[in-house]
């Protein structure tokens, strides 16, 4: 299994909703990634998770939470979101956290997410 | 602060055409990717460049790396219709955080 597999692939919700976004692997690699593309711009980096662990957090608001349950596992938890909010969300994962060379980033095929 | 900046922007070309996108980064890093994304898509990796002087080639499309000068191209030769897709280059900062380019929104006309 090659692959990042991100559900679900579309999600409409209104600002007073939860939601969770999942994230699954099964590679063995040991950092997974949250990135948020807004439309005609690059993809930007949330958080990292190393060994499980949150490694990096981008001074992301609160109300988007992750989590990493196991090594093969990264939810994003969504809470009391804002229209402008509403993006592409991808998740990555990486082999080697700490950058071997030549560790590559395998992507998601993205959950687009609208709030309304 | 890591800057990486594409240029163009935006291209547009004949099939049958050569044209280079440029990918300019402003730290060092020991890894430059390049990306291709369709509309509404996730990104596809392409290419992999871990040393000054890297060269990678597949197909139509050819990526190259000169850390020295902190300069990536990707040259298409030959341009067909399937390549028409916004191509991305990106930067690791650390050793965590990918940082991308604005990206390459590249048409290619019949």
């Known amino acids: 299994d090659t692959e990042v597999t991100q559900t679900p692939k579309h999600l409409v919700m209104g600002m007073t909703n939860k939601k969770s976004l999942k994230c699954e692997q099964h590679?063995?690699?040991?950092?997974m990634y949250w990135y948020k593309q807004k439309a005609k711009k690059p993809p930007e980096l949330m958080f990292v998770?190393?060994?499980?662990?949150?490694?990096i957090n981008e001074s992301v608001p609160s109300r988007f939470s992750p989590e990493c349950p196991n090594s093969s596992l990264l939810n994003l938890h969504l809470h009391a979101l804002q229209p402008e909010d509403s993006a592409l969300y991808l998740c990555a994962s990486s082999q080697d956290p700490m950058g071997a060379q030549g560790s590559g980033y395998t992507f998601g095929s993205g959950t687009r997410l609208t709030v309304v | 602060e890591l800057k990486v900046e594409q240029n163009p922007l935006f291209l547009s070309m004949q099939e049958g055409k050569n044209y280079t996108i440029y990918c300019n980064y402003s730290?060092?890093?020991?890894?430059l990717y390049w990306y291709r994304q369709d509309p509404g898509k996730s990104l596809e990796s392409l290419f992999v460049?871990?040393?000054?002087?890297a060269v990678k080639q597949e197909g139509r499309l050819m990526a190259s790396l000169d850390t020295k000068a902190r300069l990536s191209t990707l040259h298409i030769t030959a341009a067909v219709h399937d390549l028409s897709a916004t191509y991305f280059c990106?930067?690791?900062?650390?050793?965590?955080?990918?940082?991308f380019g604005q990206g390459t929104r590249l048409t290619i006309n019949p």
């Open positions: 460049l871990l040393s000054n002087g």
């Open positions: 990106a930067v690791v900062q650390g050793a965590q955080k990918l940082v």
């Open positions: 998770y190393s060994y499980e662990k949150l490694s």
């Open positions: 590679m063995g690699h040991r950092a």
């Open positions: 730290t060092t890093s020991d890894r």
